[in-house]
């Protein structure tokens, strides 16, 4: 799957790109923070303006033939993995539940007919608070 293993540029934290894509915070930090802020403001996502080279490029002043690297390889404009938290009262008492699941796309051959093995989220990791 294309999207296995790399970051949605659309819900990624503003720090964490600034983090990996240095130049958004030295060279263009600015604009890029009153620019995020504004699509959030008006529920845009960042891949509304573009693909991936030209977000990195537009966005966060990445311009991968200066240093070479490919770091727009490093996102993807879906999840495959999600963060959930529930909260609920039960008998006066507060809990919340935090599950972390990914989510299984069946494969191309099995689209055919369906298998609820092959189409299902997989649970990485759940927590009772």
């Not at 845009?44 to 690297?69: A, F, V």
């Not at 909260?87 to 369906?114: F, M, N, T, W």
Request: charged share 40%.
């Amino acid at each position: 799957d294309e999207n296995l293993n790399k970051i949605n540029i659309n819900t990624a934290k503003r720090s964490l790109l600034m983090c990996l894509i240095p130049e958004a915070r030295d060279i263009c930090g600015e604009k890029f923070a009153r620019d995020d802020q504004e699509r959030h403001k008006n529920k845009e996502n960042r891949s509304d303006t573009g693909d991936i080279p030209s977000i990195l490029k537009d966005m966060m002043c990445y311009e991968p033939e200066k240093d070479g690297s490919k770091k727009d390889q490093w996102f993807s404009k879906k999840s495959d993995v999600f963060n959930i938290k529930v909260s609920a009262s039960s008998e006066g008492e507060d809990r919340i539940l935090h599950l972390v699941i990914q989510r299984k796309v069946p494969s191309k051959e099995s689209k055919q007919k369906y298998d609820p093995d092959e189409s299902a989220y997989r649970l990485l990791y759940w927590r009772m608070m």
